[in-house]
């Protein structure tokens, strides 16, 4: 039995104008050919086929057959391929970027990067993103070592040589434990309270935090990576900690996290930078991206405090 042979863009484009247009004379006027061109077009394409696409008799307007129907799915795919082939090509020639590294701190409320990632995705369906989702100083380290070509940091990036940022707002921070641990049962703690019981305490393995303590009050420490993980800590009564207010507002409704009244330890706030390298300005997509994230930032509404992990 002899293979199908390899059809043309051009010939499937005349097959899709055709179905899509109804007509062949349609389709003439879709791509600006001639009847004929558009006929001639289909009898090759089928004949690369080995298979009729439309039928022939019985109808006026063309109609697919079993074997078009089966195909149709088919050539759209190929031909949508093709589009974005000549998309992503002509945003190369532009300048646009193929692909961008976007780093951000595990802090970032999940709805914010959730609009701005959404935008993203309409304004530059042709660019590929890899997001990275980091705590502390690995933000900053990773745009530094050029495996990110931008990040939404914390405040440890100010200062960074080798790093440009800008201000990207802010998230508050509370300290909170279950219900059912012991300062989550006070209703007033007193001070020097949280010392007494294991805290626990968001770190990171990059060479900006290490050996450094933020906001730790206890020496007795759990210290965790992953700010999911602590939060999944907390509920289990294990200790208390500070955590990212939108993060946590379910389970202060929901009772399942109590925000702590620590006179000594209130909480404070945690600000966002946009980062990038100095030597390596971000290209029109990623320029794009931290304009988000700061627009959204400048929304934020600060509390007097300090930094809070």
């Known amino acids: 039995m002899a293979n199908p042979g390899t059809p043309s863009f051009e010939q499937l484009r005349i097959f899709l104008a055709v179905v899509d247009a109804g007509s062949f004379a349609g389709a003439g006027r879709r791509l600006n050919r001639a009847v004929s061109v558009i006929s001639y077009g ?6 690369q086929l080995g298979l009729p696409l439309f039928e022939r008799e019985g109808s006026r307007k063309p109609v697919l057959t ?13 031909a949508h391929g093709i589009d974005g082939l000549r998309a992503k090509v002509k945003g190369l020639l532009d300048g646009l ?17 959730g609009r701005v990632l959404r935008a993203f995705a309409q304004e530059y369906p042709t660019v590929s993103l890899r997001l990275h ?40 921070m509370v300290p909170v ?39 730790v009050m206890s020496a007795r420490t759990w210290r965790l990576a992953d ?6 800590l907390l509920r289990e009564g294990i200790g208390w900690g500070n955590m990212p207010l939108p993060m946590i507002e379910p389970d202060l409704v929901a009772g399942t996290l109590v925000r702590l009244a620590m006179p000594d330890h209130p ?4 600000r966002f930078a946009g980062v990038w390298r100095r030597d390596t300005p971000p290209g029109p997509a990623a ?15 600060e509390e007097d405090g300090f930094i809070d992990l």
């Open 97 to 113: 970027e193929a692909e961008v590294d976007l780093a951000v701190d595990v802090m970032l409320p999940a709805d914010r990067l």
């Open 66 to 78: 079993t074997a078009g129907r089966a195909l149709l799915a088919e050539a759209r795919a190929i």
């Open 287 to 301: 320029s794009w991206l931290l304009d988000q994230f700061v627009r959204l930032g400048a929304e934020d509404r």
């Open 42 to 47: 289909i009898a090759n394409l089928e004949a």
């Open 227 to 232: 700010l999911g993980a602590k939060h999944a």
């Open 267 to 270: 909480g404070g706030t945690y």
């Open 133 to 172: 989702a980091e705590a502390l100083g690995a933000i900053t380290a990773l745009v530094l070592d050029r495996q990110a070509i931008v990040g939404v940091s914390g405040p440890l990036a100010a200062g960074v040589e080798g790093v440009d940022c800008i201000a990207a707002g802010s998230v508050p």
């Open 177 to 215: 434990a279950a219900p059912d641990h012991p300062l989550g049962r006070l209703e007033r703690i007193p001070p020097g309270a949280g010392r007494d019981h294991v805290q626990l305490v968001l770190t990171d393995r990059s060479r900006f935090t290490e050996g450094q303590d933020f906001s």
